[in-house]
């Protein structure tokens, strides 16, 4: 028996249908890139599938914060980064993880003397 004929019993077919029906987040499904015939993605090495803007949101990435402000981005905004959660125009509230020592508001030259990766940071002599 070839592989694409292979069917659940009813009630398995039934049961997933009664869940998709409940589940809270279905009105999301359009968001994202969804192939023909591909019904599940399980792989555990993976992205997931991408949403449907993520393409669009790349490009001005690469032409405007990336390719504008280069090297400069890391100090202006990048840094910060890790610190927000769920910030974007799809979303209603902005919450933040614990304020960043190296926050937009803060002195940059009060920040720690070390570099991203942790080293200690040559600092100049005054």
């Known amino acids: ?9 009813d009630r398995f077919v039934e049961l997933a249908a009664e869940l998709d029906a409940r ?3 279905a009105a999301h499904r359009s968001e994202f ?9 399980l792989d555990g090495n993976s992205l997931g599938r991408p949403l449907r803007v993520t393409a669009q949101r790349l ?28 910030r974007s125009s799809h979303c209603s509230s902005q919450a933040r993880i614990s304020r960043s020592p190296h926050s937009s508001s803060t002195n940059r030259a009060s920040r720690p003397p070390v570099t991203r990766s942790g080293r200690p940071r040559e600092l100049p002599s005054r």
């Open 33 to 41: 890139v969804l192939p023909e015939g591909v019904l599940a993605y």
């Open 59 to 86: 490009a001005g990435f690469v032409d405007g914060e990336w390719g504008e402000r280069l090297i400069r981005a890391w100090d202006e905004r990048w840094l910060d980064r890790p610190t927000a959660v769920g």
């Open 23 to 25: 589940d809270p987040l």
């Open 1 to 9: 028996m070839p592989e694409d004929d292979v069917r659940l019993p």
